[in-house]
C-alpha cells in the first residue's frame, strides 16, 4: 500500500485496529518526510496529515527519530525484497542483469517517493540511520556476489567488489533518471544500463558446470 492510499481517508477521531492505525500514521509521515526532510518535518505536521491527536502519535512513537526509522526499515526491506525477487526470477544471466537493474528503477520510481529516505536522506550524520542505509546498500550487494560468485566461480571477496559496483551503479543512474526528468523510458534505460553491465559482466567466464 502507498502512503497516498494509506492516508486518503482519515477523520480524526476514527477508531483503527491498532496495526491499521500505525500504517496510517507511517504513510502520512512518509509524505510529510519526503516533501520536507527530517529536520523541516514536524509532528503537528504528520499527526495533521494523520487526521490524529498528537497523543495518539505519541501512542505509537514515541519521537520523530523512532518515526523516521520505523519508516526507514520498512522501505530498507522493501528494496532488499525486490532486489532478491529479481535475482530469483529467472537464471539466464542477462534476464536476471535487467530484472535487477529494473528493481532499482521501479523502487525510484515509486509514487511515495520512499526512495528519498534511504538514498537522499538528510538525517545521514545520525548513527541510526546511516547504519540502515549501509546496512541495506550491503545485503543488497551480498546478495547479487552470491549469483556472481556462483557463476563465475570468483572468489567471495572479488564476487563483492563486483555487486557493490552493479548496485551502485544501479541505483545511481535510476535515481539520475528520475531527477533529470528524463525523456528516456524507464524501459528503455533499463535496456541501456542492462546493455552496460552486461558487457562488462559478461566478460567473467562461467564455472564448468554451467558450461557443460
Given at each position: 500500500m502507498t502512503a497516498i492510499e494509506q492516508t486518503e481517508?482519515?477523520?480524526?477521531?476514527t477508531r483503527l485496529p491498532r496495526r491499521a492505525r500505525r500504517n496510517q500514521l507511517l504513510g502520512a509521515a512518509q509524505e510529510v518526510f519526503v516533501a520536507q526532510g527530517y529536520h523541516a518535518a514536524a509532528m503537528d505536521d504528520i499527526a495533521e496529515r494523520a487526521g490524529v491527536s498528537k497523543p495518539v502519535l505519541y501512542q505509537h512513537f514515541p519521537g520523530k527519530?523512532?518515526?523516521?526509522?520505523?519508516?526507514l526499515d520498512q522501505h530498507c526491506e522493501n528494496l532488499l525484497r525486490a532486489v532478491r525477487t529479481a535475482l530469483a526470477s529467472t537464471n539466464e544471466n542477462k534476464q536476471r542483469v535487467a530484472a535487477t537493474m529494473d528493481a532499482y528503477?521501479?523502487?525510484?520510481?515509486?509514487?511515495?517517493?520512499?526512495?528519498?529516505l534511504v538514498f537522499e536522506s538528510?538525517?545521514?550524520?545520525?548513527?541510526?540511520?546511516?547504519?540502515?542505509?549501509?546496512?541495506?546498500?550491503l545485503e543488497c550487494a551480498e546478495a547479487i556476489s552470491?549469483?556472481?560468485a556462483e557463476d563465475t566461480g570468483l572468489s567471495k571477496d572479488e564476487a563483492m567488489l563486483l555487486?557493490?559496483?552493479?548496485?551502485?551503479v544501479s541505483q545511481v543512474v535510476a535515481r539520475?533518471?528520475?531527477?533529470?526528468?528524463s525523456t528516456v523510458p524507464r524501459e528503455t534505460a533499463v535496456q541501456l544500463l542492462t546493455s552496460l553491465a552486461w558487457r562488462g559482466i559478461a566478460g567473467f567466464p562461467k564455472v564448468a558446470h554451467e558450461q557443460g
Open positions: 481517508a482519515r477523520p480524526r477521531g527519530l523512532d518515526l523516521y526509522l520505523a519508516l528503477f521501479a523502487y525510484v520510481e515509486d509514487e511515495g517517493g520512499a526512495f528519498r538528510d538525517l545521514t550524520n545520525e548513527p541510526a540511520v546511516r547504519e540502515r542505509v549501509e546496512r541495506v546498500s552470491e549469483v556472481v555487486a557493490v559496483g552493479l548496485g551502485g539520475y533518471w528520475l531527477s533529470s526528468e
